[in-house]
Structures are given as structure tokens and as C-alpha cells.
């Protein structure tokens, strides 16, 4: 389908004040920690969504009209932009092929990328998955909805297989978010949403960033600020900053024994001897703010894995952390930096991810496991360690050792020289404590009068002890270079793949095609 021209729209949305707590508490990005271990959940799906934690229906009808026009636009068949916790979604109704199509369109986006389907209501799921719902997929709804955890499901047919890219499994997840529920409930349909970004750049975390790139692709944007009478501005605006959690559980029989299986976790047994069961639980295909570890705590530790595909980076960053650990290897590091590409490597991908990263032939069961994503203008070159980003960063400055690392780029292969930037500005993205180490460690040295410290453009992505901050920042300072036209290279700070690390360093890998300076 070709690109249609549009007059982009920017909706506004104004409420009465007695619905500012209630949106200020909806601001602030928080996941529900499952229970102690063990199998709590209700094992009716009525008594599940019942009990989840949804905006009122007095919210819902107050926004109505400020939604009216996006609403009936998607009933049409058109896209509409919108907020989530996690990121700005491009949205369409998921049951019509045209309207789908016009994602793929606006984006620019290979067909064979499967969308995420958001729903609002119990009645939008069934209607959706091939029944019957697993208890554990029950369990997970439970802990983690509404919320940033997308679950892999079996379909019905019933999604238009543009959604799909033919799979016979679905990605589907509740939204965190008012705005987002609001919209999906009043269109009352199954809204098919990646990020509103055009395909491959960094995603978009404020109606700015989504005008940046879809302006005039587009009928419209719903903007995250929301004005209330009297003069507040609550900042509903994508308060995790990175798309959802991923986890496949279609690989588990319909007719398995889960009364026997959460039995077993709980008492701690060992679930590859049961039958039916060679194989983890639970597969993480695309890293978020639901960690391993909060998974973990509803089916069992060591039932939770990476994808492959995933732990191609990770084997590498296991690598790294145990060189960062030893002090004479970090330093050794400085002295003579390697690249690496992560996506070297012959692990073995299991049926149920249908996705080699050495064969782009096969198609990815998730979005963000197969293309470049997340990516500025500017090459990013990821430093193993704070020692090699300071030595990048004075290499570069001086434009000393140019032999040594021409020579370096043209053995791996990896493109242009990251330190040969005599003509462009250098980006570099970190936290707050590693920028001040550097830029003290630079003001130090003997020779500093001859640094043109101005050079560097720093964006400052929080701290190190709020990763969560960290996370909701990345994509926002990654577009910032791209405003910066001098900047020709970005060098990042590395952060451990644990917990919310693996999210951060899933992005930052894709962002950088893998490119480690060492």
C-alpha cells in the first residue's frame, strides 16, 4: 500500500481536577511484584480481569469526547498514534487488512514483522486466542497485566494476517496506561500497535518525536500531556520508555497438567522431569520492565529463559562482566582495544522461535528480533568498560593511534574508523557518574589545554543506581543526536544485562549493530 498524505492532527486532552491523583499516580511507572511463590492466581479468567486494577468508568466517559475524532478514525480503518507506558504505538484496527497495511506503509516496516495486539477489555482477549487459556498464561495476566508484558498465544484466525505475518500465534498485551485503555475501549475493537517511529529509527516517547518522523504520514497523534482545568499538566508520556516484555508460551501442550506443574514449582521439584516438559516454561524473546527474575516468581527459577537469539548478546556480556571483574584485564583493555560483533557465535535456536540470526530467511515470532532497530544517524560503538570509553574519547579528541585503529576497522570489518572524527562532534550518551569521571579524568591529564572538550556532546541518560530512569531516557537522548547535525559518531556506556540491564542493553546492542569497542 503506498503512503497516503495527511494534515497529522496533535489531540489534546483537558480533565477536571478531581482526576488529577488518580492520573499523576498513573504517571509513575511501577509492576505489581507477584506473591511469595506459589500458584495464587484465580483460575477463572472472569475472576482474573475482574480484579485487575483499570481506570474507572467515570474517567473513561470524561475523556470520551477528547478522544472522539482518533476513535472514529481507527473504526475507519485509519492509524492513529497514542501513548503506553512503554512507548508511543502506532495503532489500527487488528481485524482489517487495509487498515494494518497502512502501519506497515507509514512506517516503512518489513511485512514479515509481527505487530503487538492491545486490548482493553476480557471480551477483546477471547475473541482473539485460540481457546482454551492456559493457566499459566492466566497466571501471568494475573501478576502483570495491565502492564508492559506481551504474551505469545495461539490465534484464531480472527486478526488479519498482516498481524500476524502468517504465524499462527499472536502477540497480545493490556496497556498500563489511561489514555491507551480509554482509546482501545472506545473504538472497541483489538488495536494492532508497533512504535509509531519510522522503521528502524529509535522509538518515540513524546508526540514530538512521533511528529518528528510520521508528520504528514499520519491522521493523527494523541498527545501524553494532559492538561488539567486550572492550569496542571500531568505528563502521561510513556513513563518506562521501552516496548514491552516479550515471553512465548505457545510451546506448551494445550492439554498439559498444570495443577501438577505449579504444584511442582512450589515445591521446588524439578519440572524438565515431568512429561511433556523438555523445555523452559517461559521464553523471554523480547527483553522489558517484566524482568526474568519477577517471572521467575510465578512459574519457578530456572524455568525462564533468553531466547537464543538474546543470549548471543548476553554470552558476550557474561564475557565482558567477568573481564570487568578483574582489574589487570581492564586494564590491559585500554591499552589495546578489539571490536567484537555479539551475533558471532553457532548457538543453537530451538524450533519455537522460528528465527537464526545467521539466516534472515526465517521470520521472527516477536517484534525487535531480527531487524536493526533503535538506531540514530549517527554510528554507536558500545565501550566494554569506563576505562575503554575514556581512552576512546581521548584517542578521539587527539586523533592520535589513527594507524592502529584504521587497521582495527579494516581486520573486523565494521565500518568507518570511530576515532577518526577530526570534521564532526562526538556523542556520547551515559550516566551522570561516568560523565563526571571522564570529564575529570580528561581536565586532568598533562596535555589538557590541547582537548577541545567542547567537542563531545554529552546526554546525560540518569544514574546508575535508577536504572529505571535510565530506561525511560534512552530512546529520548538517542533522538537528541539526531537534532545535532555535527555529531558523527556516539560512543555508549555499557550496563549490566541483569534485571532491567537486559532491556537497556537489548536496545542499546540493536542500536549499535553490535558494535563493541574493547
Known sequence: MSIQSHNTELYTITLQQHHKDSLENNSKF?????PPLSYTSPTSLDAVFSSLPLPSNDFFNDIKPFLQNAAELLVQGQ????PT???????ANAKDTDAVSRIYAAKGRPSDNPLIVHIATQEQLVELVKPPISPLAIALIHHFWPGPLSIILPHNSSVSHKVT?????????MPNHAIALALIKQTDRPIAAP???LSGKPSPTTAQHVLT?????????VDGLVRIEGGDVIDLNCTFGLESTVVDISHIPVDYDYETLFKRVQNDDNLHQIDNIKQPLIYILRPGAITKTMLEKVVGVGYVEYDPSLLINMESFDEIENEQNDEKSSQNETSQRTKTNPHSTNTPVPKHAQYDTKN????????GMKYTHYAPKAPVYIATNVNVLYETLKTSILNISLEQTNALNSDQNLGPNPTNTTNSKIGLLCTTETSKFLFDSLKS???SSQLDLDRIVVKICGSKEDMGTVATKLYGCLRDFDSIDEVGVIFAEIYSHNELGAAIMDRLLKAAGGKLLR
Not at 492509524?79 to 497514542?82: C, G, Q, R, V
Open 360 to 367: 534472515h530467511g526465517l521470520q521472527p515470532k516477536s517484534p
Open 79 to 82: 492509524t492513529i498514534a497514542f
Open 213 to 221: 518522523d510520521l508528520n504528514g504520514r499520519i491522521p493523527g497523534v
Open 195 to 197: 512504535s509509531s517511529n
Open 85 to 91: 507506558e512503554t512507548v508511543y504505538g502506532l495503532g
Open 30 to 34: 511501577s509492576t505489581r511484584t507477584p
Open 445 to 447: 591529564l598533562p596535555n
Open 165 to 173: 505475518a502468517g504465524l499462527d500465534t499472536l502477540a497480545i498485551r
